[in-house]
């Protein structure tokens, strides 16, 4: 193993979460659950990249117990008894080959459509109404409903824990429903959930506040964010430094201990003037441990293959990452795209067979490997 190759290879501790590696395997839809409950093939899945040096893995979304929470068919939800058990065999699959595991715990918000599962009557919950055509097609949230969605993501959290999990990723990225209440696109609100950015958050940090007080002072509470949304890439909910870390001082202090700092490419420069990426920066202004994601280890980035493509993403160089990580700048590196496709992607850069590793195509997206 070369010297720039061992720091992702280098133990990670953060309180009582012990990781045998720095990867981390990144959250992805894979919509192989029926019913809502993960299966066999789903336990195999994740079974196979502990075993292949992932450190950390983080699931594909997992819908909390709220009626508006999903939006797409067979994805995992994280509630009822038949849910939890197969996420128990989950843990217990990943656990057993020495590896570390968090559900990552998300509500769609407003881009659940009519006629979605589990109950097909429910409209999409957003902070703030959308009617067509005379129909809601968003119910605008009250605040017994923002009462209820907090409860649910507390009570997962809770059952995370119960059922051995290593900690929870509260999902607050890409445009989903506690981002479309930080976003001023989404949240035109009046009352105290809406504003300035600053207010605009006061539905995530009493969401963070309530998983923290649901599961004590030492379980991990990892927090997924992003500028860029699915409803527009370009969103930025902050534009400097300052207005980063004033973001993300609340977040920090309601409770949460590793951010997760989403970018479509790791490499690309946060702010003027600096290097540094989201990460960087978010490691630099709160002092808490980060996560980088974005293309790691792929030419092309996953915008590219939300669309019937004949595109093939291949293995690309590591050298700026593992400088990266060598400097400190982020703690750990989620891997989505390439371990999608490969569960032996870690060991394989692990023993500098780079050549060996898998490129990624949307036909990886058919079949649970």
Known sequence: MTAPVQALFAPFRLGNLELPTRVVMAPMTRSFSPGGVPNAQVVEYYRRRAAAGVGLIVTEGTTVGHKAANGYPHVPRFYG???????????????????????????????????????????GYGPSEKLKDGQVVVHGMTKDDIAE?????????????????????????????????????????????????????????????????????????????SQWKQQDYTARLVQTPEELGAFLKPLSDAGVDIFHCSTRRFWEPEFEGSDLNLAGWTRQLTGKPTITVGSVGLDGEFLQFMV????????????????????????????GRALLVDPDWAVKVRDGR?????PFSREALKQLV
């Open 354 to 358: 780079e050549s060996d590793i898998l």
């Open 308 to 335: 019937n493509t004949d595109k093939v993403a291949e293995p690309a160089s590591l050298e700026n990452l593992l400088e990266r990580l060598n400097k400190q700048e982020f703690d750990l590196v989620a891997v």
């Open 81 to 123: 008894e038949d849910a939890l058990a197969g996420w128990k065999q989950v843990v217990d699959a990943v656990h057993a080959e020495g590896g570390k595991i968090v559900p990552q715990l998300w509500h769609v918000g407003n881009v659940r459509r009519l006629g979605t599962e589990p109950d097909a009557s429910v409209p």
């Open 149 to 225: 969605v907090i409860a649910a993501f507390a009570q997962a959290a809770r059952d995370a824990k119960a059922i051995g999990m290593d900690g929870v990723e509260i999902h607050g990225a890409h445009g989903y429903l506690i981002d479309q209440f930080f976003w001023e696109g989404s949240n035109k609100r009046t009352d105290e959930y809406g504003g300035d950015l600053a207010q605009r958050s006061r539905f995530a940090i009493e969401l963070i506040q309530a998983v923290r007080a649901a599961v004590g002072p030492d379980f991990p509470i990892i927090f997924r964010f």
